[in-house]
């Protein structure tokens, strides 16, 4: 992302307004770089045509660790390296390790999908995020273009597209 | 823009734009901190040193400073362990049982009832980690840790054990679930902010900058977090009830207790919740966020707990009576009617028979009403964690050994340590972070309606 960017911004205020603005942009062949959002906004991922989220799939994966390494540990500790009676239970008492196992599921269940999470949304304290418009985090939403991505429809053109599907502002934006 | 809808009251109320909301809540946190804010914030902290004094005393001495004996020993600081974890329940079914039963009206209420839910299970820990005696060995009996003793691993059969695990995984997990929460705020305070303020919130929002594809994800994270902390936030108190009902002590030994303990923790905890958001939204003026509506709703998650706990001190006289052991049967009717009947009676009252008043709707809208019955809800709450555990130990199997427990200043030092500690944080939280979810109220100011105010 080193090389100069430039974006054509559309701002709208309202979330339905929005939600037509993205199909029609979309449907006039203009590539959406992403749209910026206050709140989310229920649909726009559909619109959008992104994927749905794989995320509660490695909710699961780690989920599934969490039981294999909580049974694991207490299979091992309890019954192989250092048995003992207690109350009169077996060795392997399994009714009794239930607890800590799910515990354990919900625990790396969380912590792997959230990191999961911030590595792929790239949040980090560190992160110094490309803010298009101030007000994005405020009561604005803003669907971001790329110019170098429609090298084939005129700048002009994009702008008057954004202008009839109901934007209130249409501004440039570049990076560096 | 603001929803009204014809049929139902709208949950934000004063017609508020989406400026309206990021203004009303991103404004405590921007301007200077008010006279009141500082008094509030004194006191506590004025508490928790007083308080630290006790603590200091019982870690250099040991908890020989408490007025437990052979008999009683396990007192006010196991009551006050199994209170504040009560308290900590409310933050986390607000904002994980509400988000998947679709109740919008928890999004002006989660932000803050998660932040107690944090800080009530940090007092909460802090009591069983102090009863260990010497905490800083705590970690070789609490985790499975190795050791020079062959290694010789903690005890998996053991609630108490269950209990390191469960209270650990909660905090862990309600954090997290807080912070997701709160980092699209924090970069609208970022967005908001110049300077110090601005770098200070910028890493605080982790680079948060709004994308549809982060939305959507987070979306997706907080759905299947809610779903994994619905069932932790009902383990939770059903593991701490397993430290008693897995014994043998008559009056502990009894199935019942998961289930009603889980009903206690969270009437206690909506208690607690609605006394601190009576004076937030007070001092902060947010009455347009936190209505009356919010108000009554938790004052009717009070009455059903309250009632289900009711119907359990029944069900466990009941079946004292029924299972015909003697000594089961004696340790209920010495709770009513034995040297510590006071406790079971102020239990009573507090419990079962204050919230029933809720039934009335001019008591439930009532501010004032609401206000008194939830710390008349909490003291009642504190006596029944306290007649559970000392009622049922003070009797021991030989009249020999029958004791009284008497709290020393440092059981009372210790437990003012950690009402000191938790103002303080809480009073910080209210300060330095937005009190109320403001992308979330976003998100319902216009779903719920059917006319838009612009």
Known sequence: ?176 | MQVTSSVREPLVTGGKSYHDVTYDVARQVEGKPTKLWFLAFLTAAGVLALGSIALLATLWEGIGMWGLNKTVGWAWDITNFVWWVGIGHAGTLISAVLLLFRQKWRTSINRAAEAMTIFAVICAAMFPVIHMGRPWLGAYWALPLPNTFGSLWVNFNSPLLWDVFAISTYFSVSLVFWYIGLIPDFATIRDRATGLRKTIYGALSFGWDGAAKTWMRYESVSLILAGLATPLVLSVHTIVSFDFATSVIPGWHTTIFPPYFVAGAIFSGFAMVLTLMIITRKVFKLEDYITMGHIELMNIVIIITGSIVGIAYITEFFIAWYSGVAAEQYAFINRATGPYWWAYWSMMTCNVISPQLFWFKKIRTSIVATFLLSLVVNIGMWFERFVIIVTSLHRDYLPSSWAMFYPTWADIGVYLFTFGLFFTLFFLFAKFFPVINMAEVKSVLKSSSDKVHK
């Open chain 1, 1 to 176: 992302m080193e090389r100069d960017t430039h974006f054509i911004l559309g701002v709208y205020d309202d979330e339905d307004v929005l939600l037509h603005a993205v199909e029609k942009v979309r449907g006039s062949g203009v590539k959406i770089h992403e749209v910026y959002s206050p709140y989310p906004v229920h649909g726009l991922e559909h619109v959008l045509g992104y994927k749905r989220s794989r995320l509660p799939i490695a909710a699961f994966l780690f989920g599934m660790l969490g039981t294999s390494l909580a049974l694991t540990m207490q299979f091992y500790m309890m019954k192989f390296d250092w048995p003992m009676i207690i109350g009169g239970k077996d060795y392997a008492a399994f009714p009794d390790f239930i607890p800590v196992s799910f515990e354990m599921t919900v625990l790396l269940a969380a912590f792997g999908m959230v990191g999961v999470f911030m590595v792929s949304s790239n949040l980090k304290p560190w992160a110094q995020p490309r803010i298009f418009d101030l007000r994005i985090t405020d009561d604005k939403h803003v669907m971001a273009i790329d110019i170098a991505n429609n090298s084939a429809i005129e700048v002009e053109k994009i702008k008057e597209i954004l202008k009839s599907s109901g934007a209130t502002e249409v501004n440039n934006k570049s990076f560096e």
